[in-house]
């Protein structure tokens, strides 16, 4: 007996019972169409009002994948919702009457992850993947049935797909308990698959069990178990004997032989720059030895010909008639002064840094006690503390004292200090 919803909607008859209702065939009377539709019961105006929101969000998506909701509303006791007619059957019927293979299998699941894909891209995720809401179309592909409920655990996203390949591949209803009831009825069920595949998927499953594997993990990894070779041959392929010989030759030979020429050699340059045998130096040194020998030697001849030539114009000044020697009425006296002074002014000018600093610190040290440095030349203070007995450090820093000259010492004159102690003082550079 048929059922109305309405003016426009005749249901005909039940196709399949899903976690929230039961779909049937019927008819779009206004658009002389035919559709499926899904009654829920009611359990409440504001659980209707959310289910009827829900719906209505999910109509915005459309996939071949999944149904396609056409239109929604309350009727009595239901909430219905009007679904685009499909070609085929519920996948449950189909399970121990379908001729799919394993590759055909793996392919089928594939194409739904990526459906799955697009849908969590607008948000809608979480529905159930497992064979009691999924459509077989005549051509083996699958297809969501409701999309918009929340299903099981173990029925979403990777490990409900996993299930879902368990569920075709073994023609059962029901979902592996573990993994090892996976394992051993899986492998021999998927028929056309080579061993590679094989092992291939089943690292997959162990990892999806463990709950390792995102959807897009698992989708990427079928894609390439489809990619696999397939022929008899493929497992030889695979393994490519020549590869094992190359991979030594092109990664491990050449860094060795690079790692002789580059870094051998270069502690060699480096000795030979610091201590340079005659016998083995490079060409390059050499030339550039070669280069500089004429230079260097013409310095040393200009400079030894402008010596000579000083000296003679020395001699010649003091030949000259009006030269410090001149006339005899000057007198030997002042002559001989005449001669001193010069002669010993540059003397005493280099000799000057030597005796400027008073020679009394020296002698004025008690051992035992460590002297006053303050005020005192670098020479100076060093004599000082030698002639305490004791050790020293300087250093050299800006400061405004005189330039040269200690202007801090540590630790402090006049302490007690024994014999091989250590003074530290520092000499003004000025500013």
Known sequence: MEQRIGERYVLTEPIHPLADGVMYAGKDLSLHRDVFLLMVEKSGDASSSDYLRVLGQAAQFSDERFFHILNAGLAENHVYTVLTAQKGTPLPAQLGRHRMRGIEIVSAVFDLGKGMQEAMEEGISGFSVTAENMWLTEDNRLKVMNYWSPGKLISRGSLGLCTLLYQISTHSK???????????????????????????????????????????????????????????????????????????????????????????????????????????????????????????????????????????????????????????????????????????????????????????????????QIPNLIGLTQEAAEQAVKAAGMRYSYFIEPNPAESGTVFRQDPPPNQPANKGDRVTFYISKGQ
């Open 174 to 368: 029901q979902g592996p308990a573990t993994f090892d009831q996976y394992q051993e009825n899986v492998v021999p069920a998927l028929t056309g698959l080579t061993s590679g595949q094989k092992e291939a998927l089943l690292a997959l499953s162990r990892r999806v069990f463990r709950e390792e594997v995102s959807l897009s993990s698992f989708i990427f990894s079928l894609r390439e178990i489809i990619a696999l070779e397939k022929s008899p041959e493929a497992p030889p392929k695979a393994f490519v004997p020549p590869a094992a010989p190359k991979e030594p030759v092109r990664e491990t030979a050449p860094p060795r032989i690079q790692y002789r020429q580059e870094e051998e050699p270069a502690p060699e340059r480096v000795r030979r720059t610091e201590k340079p045998p005659r016998a083995k130096e490079p060409e390059a040194e050499v030339a550039e030895t070669r280069e500089r020998m004429p230079l260097r030697r013409t310095i040393w001849t200009l400079g030894t010909a402008a010596v000579v030539l000083l000296g003679i114009a020395v001699f010649m000044y003091m030949l000259l008639p009006g030269g410090p020697n001149k006339g005899p009425g000057s007198g030997g006296t002042a002559g001989n002064t005449a001669t001193a002074t010069p002669a010993p002014t540059p003397t005493i000018n280099t000799a000057t840094p030597e005796p400027t600093p008073t020679p009394t610190p020296p002698t004025d040290a008690v051992p035992g």
